[in-house]
C-alpha cells in the first residue's frame, strides 16, 4: 500500500484547509485510517481515526470540533478537514491505514510521506 498525503500549505489562523491522503496499491474498503501530525522538536500524535464504514470516528480532545475526517472508498481517498486553526496545529500531518482502530501509532502499518501545513498568528 502507498499512501500519498497532500494539501498542506500556509495559512491564517482561523483558516482552514483540507488534507487528502489519496491510496493505491490495495483497497481500503476494510482497513481504518488513522491522521497523526509532528511538529518540530515533538513526537508524533494522533489527530483522528476513521472506521472502514466511515460510520465511527474519534478525535484527539485538541481538534475535536474543529477538524473533521471523511472517506470515499470508491476514491481510495480519505480527508481531514480542518477549521478554525491554530498556530499550535503547526506540524507535518500524516495518514496511515492499519487493521486495527486505535488511536496508537504503533498500531498502523503504513504511513504516506506528510504534508507540511503552517499556521500563522
Known sequence: VQLQASGGGLVQAGGSLRLSCAA???????????WFRQASGKEREFVGV???????????DSVKGRFTISRDNAK???YLQMNSLKPEDTAAYYCATGP??????YDYDYWGQGTQVTVSS
Open 24 to 34: 493505491s496499491g490495495r483497497t481500503l474498503s476494510t482497513y481504518v485510517m488513522g
Open 50 to 60: 476513521i472506521d472502514w464504514s466511515g460510520c465511527s470516528t474519534t478525535y484527539a
Open 76 to 78: 481510495r481517498t480519505v
Open 100 to 105: 486495527r482502530y486505535s488511536i496508537t501509532r
